[in-house]
């Protein structure tokens, strides 16, 4: 197939076969592993691809269950029935009964990409591409154009991505912050530079030699950080993505706000740390997400007190995180002093509104308020208005690529 100079010439090339043309679409691609292939084992899908596909719907969670659809075959320009699979035993899911030649083992990379278009006519389908490197130069250009033109064609890269954006960016600002990662990860343990929940984050960002401030962009050249502690392996706790408090539907001081949002404490004071969700609180707020509206609305009870428009969400979610790195460290305590070692990387990049909205609407992203009254009537202590992943294990959702340090150069 002759590959066009971007990803939409790709998939209209795909489609042409089919006689139709391309509105827009989506693609998952995948490099595969040795575990992969056209129909025994089947080809690993990540969690990121689960929703890519058709909707499986498990009966039990303890049986297999397999679902058929059709696709069309680029390779043999004609449908194809599919299996989609899921497995009690691991748990994992799997695509199987794919061209042959995914069963090319004899050479050192095999591609699959699947497509899911949406015709200029209204309907919609999905196409399967196949390849090995029995086609060397023809595999390099389309890892080129779909992974980017730096990434390396590793054993089980995977990317879900919209046509319309931009390829994988491997330049300067991400190469000096992975070498400088590569340097504090070799350094081992080191004591914190701050005491707290803070300091995992304070000490990375003063290793780099990033200097405190309040801005709210990217931290490292346009790449925003953000650290983790981890616990037995696995990183713990929320992510913060940004901060960004609603518009008011009516403008009152914050010291009279604070008493009709807030909890009055036994000191007298009022404080509001309030985790707030699309179903209510202890305290009446809650989250509405009107899709139709493209706006969150924040309520108290029934009324509404705030909102944020999509569009206002996204200019900071891409403010914040249209690059961003994950780093997770192990944590000790040694002679009264917490110490961490900084073992990994995940570079994340293209995040997509339409995931954090449905995130917001499926209760794993979060808004919270973290206030409290120091001084009766005077204006509360405001720590920000973060937004806020309720776990690490949602993140794949949330970005078109995902690749782990281990992956570049």
Not at 87 to 115: F, G, K, M, W
Not at 317 to 322: Q, T, V, Y
């Amino acid at each position: 197939m002759d590959i066009d100079n971007d990803l939409n010439g790709y998939v209209s090339a795909l489609a042409a076969k089919a006689s139709k043309s391309v509105e827009s679409g989506e693609i998952f691609a995948k490099i595969l592993a040795p575990n992969d292939d056209s129909g025994r084992h089947g080809v690993l899908i990540p969690s990121n691809g689960y929703s890519f596909f058709p909707e499986l719907s498990i009966p039990d969670q303890k049986q297999n269950f397999t679902k058929t659809f059709t696709v069309f075959d680029s390779g043999r320009a004609s449908r194809r029935t599919v299996a989609y699979k899921y497995y009690q035993r691991y748990p994992e899911r799997r695509i199987t009964r794919l061209p042959a030649i995914l069963n090319d083992t004899i050479h050192a990379q095999r591609l699959v990409t699947c497509s899911h278009l949406t015709h200029t006519d209204g309907t919609s389908d999905y196409y399967v591409d196949c390849m090995s490197s029995s086609r060397q130069d023809e595999l390099d250009e389309l890892c080129r154009l779909i992974f980017g033109l730096e990434a390396d064609p590793v054993q089980g890269l995977h990317v879900r991505r919209p046509i319309g954006v931009a390829g994988l960016v491997y330049d300067a600002p991400l190469t000096e912050l992975l070498q400088m990662f590569d340097g504090i990860k070799a350094q081992g343990w080191m004591d914190t530079m701050r005491k707290g929940d803070t300091g995992v984050g304070k000490t990375f960002e003063g290793l780099l030699g990033i200097k405190e401030n309040n801005d709210q962009k990217a931290d490292y050249k346009g790449i925003e950080i953000k650290c983790k502690r981890a616990k037995k392996g696995v990183s713990s706790g929320k992510i913060t993505l940004f901060q960004q408090g609603p518009q008011w539907a009516s403008k009152i001081p914050w010291k009279d706000r604070i008493r009709v949002l807030g909890r009055l404490g036994d000191n007298g004071l009022y404080s509001l740390y309030s985790q707030v969700t699309t179903k209510p609180n202890n305290l009446g707020l809650w989250l509405k997400v009107l899709n139709t509206g493209h706006r969150v609305h924040l309520l108290k009870n029934e009324d509404v007190i705030g909102c944020w428009s999509f569009a206002m969400l996204e200019k900071r979610l891409l403010e914040k995180h249209s690059r961003a790195v994950f780093v997770t460290a192990d944590c000790r305590q040694k002679k009264g002093k917490e110490q961490f070692r900084y073992h990994t990387l995940l570079y994340c990049q293209q995040p997509s509104i339409q995931v954090f909205i449905d995130r917001v609407s499926q209760g794993s992203l979060v808004f919270e308020f973290l206030m409290r009254q120091e001084k009766s009537n005077v204006t509360p202590r405001n720590h920000g208005y973060p937004w806020r992943l309720s776990g690490v294990q949602f993140l794949e959702d949330l970005f078109a690529y995902q690749a782990p340090r281990e992956k570049f150069p």
